[in-house]
C-alpha cells in the first residue's frame, strides 16, 4: 500500500468524522427547533385557559414573562446552532475537496503507471519485432 492510500484513507476517516459533527449539529438545531415549537404550542394552551378562567388571568403573567425568557434563550441556542452547522459544514466542504485532491492524484498515478506499463510492453514487442526482422534478412 502505497502512502497516497494511506493518506486517501486518512482524509477518508477524517471526512467521515465531520460528517458525524454534522449530523449531531444539525440534530441539536433540530431538538432546538423542536423545543421552541413546544413552547409556542404550551402559550397557546395557556392563553385558551386563561380566556376561560378568571383566576389563571393573575398566574398567566409569571407564566408569559418566564416563556418571554425562554423564547429568547431558545431563539439565540436556534442561532449559535445553525452558525455552528454552518462551520461545520465548511469543514466537511473543506474535507471533501482535500479527499478529492488526493483521489486524483492517486487515479493520475494510477494512469501514469498503466501507460508505463503500456509503454514498455510495446518496447520490448518493438525489439522481438526488429530481432526477427533482422532474422529475416540474414536468411
Request: hydrophobic share 45%; aromatic share 6%.
Amino acid at each position: 500500500m502505497s502512502k497516497l492510500d494511506s493518506l486517501i484513507r486518512l482524509h477518508e476517516q477524517e471526512l467521515d468524522e465531520k460528517r458525524r459533527r454534522l449530523a449531531e449539529a444539525e440534530a441539536e438545531v433540530e431538538r432546538i427547533a423542536a423545543a421552541s415549537r413546544a413552547l409556542e404550542a404550551e402559550i397557546r394552551a395557556e392563553q385558551e385557559v386563561i380566556g376561560k378562567s378568571m383566576e389563571a388571568n393573575f398566574a398567566y403573567a409569571n407564566f408569559a414573562q418566564a416563556a418571554i425568557v425562554r423564547r429568547q434563550k431558545l431563539k439565540d441556542d436556534y442561532q449559535d446552532a445553525a452558525f455552528h452547522v454552518d462551520a461545520v459544514r465548511a469543514a466537511v466542504a473543506i474535507a471533501f475537496a482535500d479527499l478529492k485532491k488526493f483521489e486524483l492524484t492517486a487515479a493520475r498515478q494510477a494512469e501514469r503507471e498503466r501507460l508505463d506499463a503500456k509503454r514498455l510492453e510495446q518496447s520490448v514487442l518493438d525489439e522481438i519485432a526488429q530481432q526477427q526482422n533482422r532474422r529475416k534478412r540474414t536468411l
